[in-house]
């Protein structure tokens, strides 16, 4: 699908030369192999340059479209785990267990995924059949376009062009896709029927502690898995070693949750959306906070690509190759340095000229 891009610097063969010479730590972090290494003068041109190339890099306008698409495909996704769940169970009793999904949402746009979810209640238990076969394909279609999204947006952020195949491209969307819904089945199953293990030992409220304990360890671990993923295999390049997506997705796990929970503060006690967005207001609502939600996303997958950019060793998995082989543009590069808060020109560069004097290439 193009080109596979700009070629090493020169600097970075240099940096390999004098570093062989020299039995010395990099002040830099030129030299580390894991990210726990960067000294805190490399953390800080890493956060100087996720800062700017955030703003570069637009995310304010990408998290945007990635929420559009994110909230087209929740509605086709809810209607086929309900219409599931009408298979193996009486469709009214999935409203008990909605407290369960209020976890992070807002608290209108809570209200409007239980309203629709009770309007889909509504279909009779002689159409659910055929409703979940059109429900699951409508999902894997709308699932699959969100995924698309985001992995156009990391592509931006790891400063990568799209070079997989067509049908390659596709086929990894729709895996995340796949795996997505699997992950709603698993979690409506687990709502279904661990209530109904804990009654049948006796320890009914044990279950309700067992909630109020473990939702948000639970839910932060999910995120962190499902964020890690993503960075790993959404980009178009060389999978980065575990290691080096590690930092941003904990820092967008952490931030997330948070944002999360102030923002439903905020609209329960503060904001009054109906009043301005008449019935629009629940879903300005839950667009605002999947805005939120990708914006602090694409934050963290900058972290991950200054981090890798920050040193000269190979970040890629597999045996350590040379520069030139490993296939991944932040893996070829590096911007620690004494001017470190400057970058390479990438082909995905808005402004090439703000990128600094070290854009010459090999």
């Not at 800080?44 to 998290?63: C, G, K, L, P, Y």
């Not at 608290?107 to 309203?115: D, I, K, L, S």
């Not at 002689?126 to 979940?132: F, I, V």
């Amino acid at each position: 699908m193009g080109s596979r891009g700009p070629k090493p610097f020169i600097s970075i063969r240099v940096y390999t030369l004098r570093a062989a010479m020299s039995s010395r730590p990099d002040p830099y972090g030129r030299d580390a192999t894991h990210p726990l290494q960067i000294p805190l003068k490399g953390w800080r041109q890493v956060a100087q340059r996720v800062w700017t190339e955030s703003i570069r890099d637009n995310f304010f306008v990408i998290a945007a479209g990635c929420a559009f698409f994110t909230l087209f495909a929740i509605f086709p996704v809810l209607s086929g785990l309900i219409s599931f769940y009408g298979l193996i169970s009486n469709p009214a009793t999935l409203e008990l267990r909605f407290p369960l999904i209020g976890l992070v949402l807002p608290q209108q746009a809570y209200e409007m995924v239980v309203e629709q979810a009770k309007r889909l209640f509504d279909v009779s238990s002689s159409t659910l059949g055929w409703s979940l076969a059109v429900s699951i394909g409508l999902a894997l279609w709308s699932v699959t376009a969100s995924t698309y999204a985001i992995f156009c947006a990391l592509n931006i952020a790891y400063e990568e062009t799209e070079r997989r195949s067509m049908l390659r491209f596709y086929l990894r969307a729709f895996v995340f896709g796949v795996a997505g819904i699997f992950g709603g089945v698993v979690a409506l199953l687990a709502v279904v029927y661990v209530p109904v293990v804990f009654a049948l030992a006796g320890h009914p409220a044990d279950f309700e502690l067992l909630v109020g304990v473990a939702r948000w360890p639970v839910l932060a671990i999910m995120a962190l898995v499902l964020f890690a993923c993503f960075y790993r295999y959404g980009p178009s390049r060389r999978s980065a070693q575990w290691r080096w997506v590690v930092p941003g997705s904990v820092f967008a796990t952490v931030v997330w949750l948070i944002a999360s929970a102030g923002f439903s503060l905020y609209v329960s006690n503060f904001a009054d959306y109906d009043k301005v967005y008449g019935s629009l207001g629940a879903a300005i609502v839950l667009m605002f906070w999947l805005y939120l939600t990708f914006y602090i996303f694409l934050f963290g997958a900058e972290i991950n690509a200054e981090l890798e950019l920050q040193t000269a060793q190979d970040t890629t998995v597999g045996a350590p190759k040379p520069v030139g082989e490993r296939d991944a543009f932040v893996a070829e590069h590096v911007s620690g340095g004494p001017k470190g808060h400057m970058r390479p020109v990438s082909l995905t560069a808005s402004d090439p000229d703000a990128v600094g004097p070290e854009k010459t290439r090999r």
